[in-house]
């Protein structure tokens, strides 16, 4: 989906492939466009694995989504969301809970996690400065919800900046590799791209999804999502909107 804020353009892209052998993804990954400007995406995994793990995923994302769209603020929004699945699965079980908005009321980009994954933030401009070597790492320990009674996000506002490409997955891409004593370097690989001239956010989600997937040998161990929002400044006038999917059936 492209969005223009000012002289920025906004750029999300998704990609996202199932568990080997699994016939259904648990994981769910959704976007909305938020009352007062901008847009959210609410991406969430659910315990256990297929079919499973997908009606879990879709309860929490389902609520996160009627809430936003009703302008509520996110971090009421996760921690709501974690009520309703608690209440409706009475606690038994839990999934990752990740909401990434382009908020056009404060101009800022939101992070909301209630997952073991960090959230990846890189801009040139940071280096040296904001960030020794231009990232940012999102890694506060936060749990995942549907379990205990008070769990809350873990929140982070930052400024809308030309250059920015931030990166949030499921843990099917954060642990890609490890059963294989690899590990993948996500920040290496995507720096490297960037270097390269290749900054679109798409072309970054496939690219780091195939590497997840080839460190799994092809079959992947886990369900795997990744979602790369890019803020890059406008190179001509355009105030058209697009969104674009593409699903293999």
Same mark, same amino acid.
């Given at each position: 989906?492209?969005?223009?804020?000012?002289?920025?353009?906004?750029?999300?892209?998704?990609?996202?492939?199932?568990?080997?052998?699994?016939?259904?993804?648990?994981?769910?990954?959704?976007?909305?466009?938020?009352?007062?400007?901008?847009?959210?995406?609410?991406?969430?995994?659910?315990?256990?694995? +297929?079919?499973? *793990?997908? !009606?879990?995923?879709? $309860?929490?994302?389902?609520?996160?989504? /009627?809430?936003?769209?009703?302008? %509520?603020?996110?971090?009421?929004?996760?921690?709501?969301?974690?009520?309703?699945?608690?209440?409706?699965?009475?606690?038994?079980?839990?999934?990752?809970?990740?909401?990434?908005?382009?908020?056009?009321?404060?101009?800022?980009?939101?992070?909301?996690?209630?997952?073991?994954?960090?959230?990846?933030?890189?801009?040139?401009?940071?280096?040296?400065?904001?960030?020794?070597?231009?990232?940012?790492?999102?890694?506060?320990?936060?749990?995942?919800? +549907?379990?205990? *009674?008070? !769990?809350?996000?873990? $929140?982070?506002?930052?400024?809308?900046? /030309?250059?920015?490409?931030?990166? %949030?997955?499921?843990?099917?891409?954060?642990?890609?590799?490890?059963?294989?004593?690899?590990?993948?370097?996500?920040?290496?690989?995507?720096?490297?791209?960037?270097?390269?001239?290749?900054?679109?956010?798409?072309?970054?989600?496939?690219?780091?999804?195939?590497?997840?997937?080839?460190?799994?040998?092809?079959?992947?161990?886990?369900?795997?999502?990744?979602?790369?929002?890019?803020?890059?400044?406008?190179?001509?006038?355009?105030?058209?909107?697009?969104?674009?999917?593409?699903?293999?059936?």
């Amino acid at each position: 989906m492209n969005m223009q804020a000012g002289n920025l353009e906004v750029i999300l892209a998704v990609a996202k492939v199932g568990k080997y052998a699994t016939s259904e993804s648990g994981d769910t990954v959704e976007v909305i466009e938020r009352p007062h400007g901008g847009i959210s995406l609410v991406m969430a995994d659910g315990q256990r694995s +297929g079919r499973a *793990a997908k !009606t879990i995923s879709n $309860i929490a994302v389902r609520k996160a989504l /009627a809430l936003l769209g009703d302008g %509520v603020r996110d971090g009421a929004v996760a921690r709501a969301s974690h009520d309703y699945l608690r209440t409706h699965r009475r606690g038994q079980v839990s999934a990752t809970l990740n909401i990434v908005s382009v908020d056009l009321t404060s101009h800022t980009l939101v992070v909301s996690r209630n997952s073991h994954c960090p959230a990846l933030v890189f801009n040139p401009a940071w280096i040296g400065h904001a960030s020794p070597d231009g990232w940012l790492f999102l890694n506060e320990p936060s749990e995942a919800i +549907g379990i205990h *009674a008070r !769990t809350k996000p873990i $929140i982070t506002e930052l400024a809308m900046e /030309a250059g920015t490409t931030l990166l %949030v997955f499921t843990d099917g891409v954060w642990t890609a590799g490890e059963r294989y004593q690899q590990k993948i370097s996500i920040t290496s690989l995507v720096q490297g791209w960037l270097r390269a001239g290749h900054d679109e956010p798409q072309f970054i989600a496939d690219a780091v999804l195939a590497e997840a997937v080839r460190m799994d040998q092809g079959r992947p161990s886990d369900d795997m999502s990744l979602a790369v929002l890019g803020i890059r400044a406008m190179e001509r006038e355009d105030r058209i909107r697009r969104l674009a999917v593409r699903l293999p059936l």
